[in-house]
């Protein structure tokens, strides 16, 4: 058990009349930013949709962890069900039968994450603009980030980000020589298991620690978490920019460099707040993605998720979209300055 974990389990409870006058100002004003982000999206046409959160299959990258339930038919026979990690697959399906711009406030479920910055029950907003560029979302959320702080910094802890300022935009082989000294580019032009190794001797060059078997993706994560993602979003807003394509399961590929892939992450005081992609739309090419994630997933943690062949169906009737998901929780925090995210949540799990 953590020590987080077991503060939370002896704190007075979020219902309790006390605590509840501490955290209701911050309560009010996430209804006040959800209002003004609702209507900004109403302003620009978009259409609100309220997807079906029980799925036959909730995402199938391999480092989500899902709930699962049984759902009993009039027969009395079982059918496995998931609640979504992300609305994205009901989404998708609206595209490809005919909308063009839409959003969604989901409640998502994540199992295995708890902590200052995660609950496993959340608040995301989803949205897709088809036949626009990944780029466009960039500046949504920019004019969000303004509206839920009008008049202030965003923060968390010691970190500050003035919303105001024009965002950095940069690329995650830019980052990685940056704050990292390393070439992450030199790394992905190695063949098979040597762009693992390659990583991980460019690791021991600049004293970052690694586990012996890690994939090449263990590695890529361990050096953005440590060396790369505290910097980002300090005093401004950060677009971490074309992600390598095999960090990207659910983008297209960049025309100009097919190791890369059209996603992006913004990030206020080190701390991650959307994820983006220009979209694939392939459904050949999605397949094959899942099959390598569930491959990853079944060989570190024993299990996998069914493919929703009825998602991959509609995607080759999919036009072309860009489309992200942002933290709603975690904008309010850091807009409130709240120390972490159960404190601008309603009701919170137990």
Same mark, same amino acid.
């Given at each position: 058990?953590?020590?987080?974990?077991?503060?939370?389990?002896?704190?007075?409870?979020?219902?309790?009349?006390?605590?509840?006058?501490?955290?209701?100002?911050?309560?009010?004003?996430?209804?006040?930013?959800?209002?003004?982000?609702?209507?900004?999206?109403?302003?620009?046409?978009?259409?609100?949709?309220?997807?079906?959160?029980?799925?036959?299959?909730?995402?199938?990258?391999?480092?989500?962890?899902?709930?699962?339930?049984?759902?009993?038919?009039?027969?009395?026979?079982?059918?496995?069900?998931?609640?979504?990690?992300?609305?994205?697959?009901?989404?998708?399906?609206?595209?490809?039968?005919?909308?063009?711009?839409?959003?969604? !406030? #989901?409640? /998502?479920?994540?199992? &295995?994450?708890?902590?200052? %910055?995660?609950?496993?029950?959340? =608040?995301? $907003?989803?949205? +897709?603009?088809?036949?626009?560029?990944?780029?466009?979302?960039?500046?949504?959320?920019?004019?969000?980030?303004?509206?839920?702080?009008?008049?202030?910094?965003?923060?968390?802890?010691?970190?500050?980000?003035?919303?105001?300022?024009?965002?950095?935009?940069?690329?995650?082989?830019?980052?990685?020589?940056?704050?990292?000294?390393?070439?992450?580019?030199?790394?992905?032009?190695?063949?098979?298991?040597?762009?693992?190794?390659?990583?991980?001797?460019?690791?021991?060059?600049?004293?970052?620690?690694?586990?012996?078997?890690?994939?090449?993706?263990?590695? !890529? #994560?361990? /050096?953005?978490?440590? &060396?790369?993602?505290?910097? %980002?979003?300090?005093?401004?807003? =950060?677009? $971490?920019?074309? +992600?390598?394509?095999?960090?990207?399961?659910?983008?297209?590929?960049?025309?100009?460099?097919?190791?890369?892939?059209?996603?992006?992450?913004?990030?206020?005081?080190?701390?991650?707040?959307?994820?983006?992609?220009?979209?694939?739309?392939?459904?050949?090419?999605?397949?094959?993605?899942?099959?390598?994630?569930?491959?990853?997933?079944?060989?570190?943690?024993?299990?996998?998720?069914?493919?929703?062949?009825?998602?991959?169906?509609?995607?080759?009737?999919?036009?072309?979209?860009?489309?992200?998901?942002?933290?709603?929780?975690?904008?309010?925090?850091?807009?409130?300055?709240?120390?972490?995210? &159960?404190?601008?949540?309603?009701?919170?799990?137990?």
């Amino acid at each position: 058990m953590t020590r987080e974990t077991d503060e939370t389990l002896h704190e007075t409870p979020w219902w309790h009349p006390s605590r509840h006058a501490d955290r209701r100002p911050l309560l009010l004003e996430r209804n006040r930013i959800q209002a003004a982000i609702r209507a900004w999206l109403a302003g620009e046409g978009f259409t609100e949709v309220d997807p079906a959160a029980l799925q036959l299959s909730p995402g199938n990258e391999a480092h989500l962890h899902a709930f699962r339930t049984t759902a009993i038919g009039n027969d009395g026979a079982g059918r496995e069900l998931y609640l979504h990690t992300s609305p994205e697959f009901a989404m998708k399906r609206l595209l490809a039968a005919g909308e063009t711009r839409i959003h969604a !406030f #989901s409640h /998502v479920w994540r199992n &295995r994450e708890r902590g200052a %910055l995660h609950e496993p029950e959340f =608040t995301m $907003l989803e949205w +897709y603009r088809a036949g626009e560029s990944y780029e466009r979302l960039m500046e949504d959320i920019a004019a969000w980030v303004r509206l839920a702080c009008p008049d202030g910094l965003l923060r968390f802890r010691d970190r500050v980000c003035d919303p105001a300022l024009p965002c950095e935009r940069v690329s995650v082989c830019e980052a990685f020589a940056r704050h990292a000294g390393i070439d992450l580019l030199a790394t992905m032009d190695a063949s098979g298991a040597t762009e693992a190794q390659a990583l991980a001797e460019q690791m021991d060059r600049v004293g970052l620690r690694h586990m012996p078997g890690e994939s090449w993706s263990d590695l !890529f #994560s361990r /050096v953005l978490s440590e &060396r790369v993602e505290p910097h %980002l979003g300090q005093g401004r807003l =950060t677009v $971490l920019d074309l +992600y390598p394509a095999a960090e990207a399961a659910l983008a297209r590929r960049c025309p100009s460099d097919p190791r890369l892939a059209e996603r992006f992450e913004v990030y206020a005081c080190g701390v991650e707040l959307a994820n983006g992609f220009g979209e694939l739309t392939d459904p050949e090419e999605q397949r094959r993605r899942f099959a390598e994630e569930m491959e990853i997933k079944a060989r570190i943690y024993g299990e996998t998720y069914p493919i929703d062949e009825d998602f991959l169906a509609a995607l080759a009737l999919m036009p072309a979209a860009a489309g992200c998901a942002l933290g709603f929780d975690r904008l309010v925090m850091l807009a409130t300055s709240a120390p972490r995210i &159960r404190d601008v949540i309603w009701v919170a799990a137990g």
